[in-house]
């Protein structure tokens, strides 16, 4: 079988999807799967994923008040529900008034209690900093996955000293390494220098510039946890 580009895939995905619905459920496809959905299958998920398995466009779920909601796109491999929302300056800020700010809050934490999992990207970081998002949903969907190859308990070790980076507003410090791991001063400090050497951290010099005692975050890090 020859390769398959996103545009042939996709119109074969929104078929499918259209020929097993009906009334409602159907017209809300058609009509609702607009262009910033598009983008985002587009821009982030073929780009990342290369199929469309287990998407659901138009993903119709109830609300807390039992009312029919459509989700942008809902992702149900079986053991995780994951809804997508691709969320515009406009709709979804400019003009929305306080009951639907209200609202739309009280659908993710039902949501939630339900077992969805909401996550939203802005429709211009879809649109201009695609990799930006390519980068966060990879990383939100490595909770889900195993490594597609063998990972040694090194490269563990430094994945998760980037994400514990990640919570602090302030650079690491070997004590927090330390503390999170349950390990020795000197490994903790040596984890961290390995990190410098592969460019994903950056010593945050103190005093007269000589004493390292913290340790930053360098720019796309966040490629580190691909």
Known sequence: MGYVGFEEAHNLFIQEHLACRTGERRRRLESGHSHAESLF????WWPLRG???DLHPEYEVLDWRGRSYFADIAWLPGYVKLIFEIKGFTTHVRDMDRQKYCNELN???????MGYNVISFAYDDVEHRPDLCIALLRMALSRYQPAASPISRVILAEKE?????LHFT???RPKDV???FGIDHKTAVLILKRLCVKGWLQ???RGNGERIVRYELVRDSL???D
């Not at 299958?41 to 982030?44: G, H, M, T, Y």
């Not at 659908?107 to 209690?113: G, I, K, P, Q, V």
């Not at 000293?161 to 980076?165: K, S």
């Open 223 to 225: 490629h580190y946890l």
């Open 107 to 113: 659908r993710e934490t039902f949501l939630y209690a």
């Open 51 to 53: 199929n469309f398995q």
């Open 203 to 205: 010593p945050s010099l």
């Open 41 to 44: 299958l587009r821009n982030v």
């Open 161 to 165: 000293i980037i994400r514990l980076a």
């Open 170 to 172: 302030e650079p690491i």
């Open 178 to 180: 330390e503390i999170h």
